[in-house]
């Protein structure tokens, strides 16, 4: 059990989220880790613990199942952790026709990239009102600023656009919750058709690199 303030992450194992994860136990934060691989995620949380000595907690669990999101709430809670910033990072993309996704997949997506978002926002949204402090950092996706087969595709304006080092740099105030989206980048993109096309993926969906998002 620990009342120290922590900040969750989830997605936390790899890629941004543990460029993030990285950044911020280098200010010695206490970290919650949060994905579907617990090897992974204990493999991030003693690379951070040697390199930085910070407190670091991992907890495993697929937030594309219904269900999970109040979960993982509820474990937090259980023991105690005191979450004071909230990353929602987890999340992934399908880059093909729309009709050819499986059904399950596309539940999957949705699932993880706005139900879950929403549902931990709410949760840990209303703790941090009753405490009249905290922070949640929501991080999307580069996507909508990039090509969908020919046509360019307008790209969503965020109303609090910042990238995580100036995030991170922000001050926290007392009675004051930030909410704040950081394009992050498209890391986890599945890109079944242009495979099979045997065309190049870098040249039609480019990818993020995790680090170059952090020192950002």
């Given at each position: 059990m620990s009342s120290t303030k922590s900040i969750l992450i989830t997605g936390g194992g790899g890629g941004i989220g543990l460029e993030m994860a990285r950044l911020l136990a280098s200010r010695e934060h206490c970290l919650i880790l949060v994905g579907r691989d617990a090897a992974r995620l204990q493999a991030a949380a003693n690379e951070l613990r040697a390199t930085h000595g910070t407190e670091v907690h991992v907890h495993s669990v697929d937030?594309?199942?219904?269900?999970?999101a109040q979960q993982l709430f509820e474990h937090t809670q259980k023991h105690?952790?005191?979450i004071d910033t909230l990353i929602n990072n987890a999340g992934f993309g399908i880059v093909d026709a729309h009709i050819e996704i499986e059904p399950s997949q596309i539940y999957r997506m949705l699932q993880l990239n706005v139900v879950a978002v929403a549902e931990l926002c709410r949760?840990?949204?209303e703790l941090m009102?009753?405490?009249?402090?905290?922070?949640?950092l929501n991080i999307a996706s580069t996507a909508p600023a990039t090509f969908s087969n020919t046509k360019p595709c307008r790209p969503v304006r965020s109303r609090f656009p910042t990238t995580p080092r100036k995030w991170a740099s922000l001050p926290m105030r007392r009675?004051?919750?930030?909410s704040t989206i950081s394009r992050g980048g498209s890391d986890s993109f599945e890109l079944p058709a242009?495979?099979?096309?045997g065309l190049p993926a870098r040249n039609l969906w480019p990818?993020?690199?995790?680090?170059?998002?952090r020192r950002s």
């Open positions: 937030l594309s199942e219904p269900g999970a105690g952790f005191h949760c840990y949204g009102k009753h405490r009249r402090a905290g922070r949640i009675s004051q919750l930030t242009q495979r099979q096309a990818r993020t690199d995790p680090p170059r998002v």
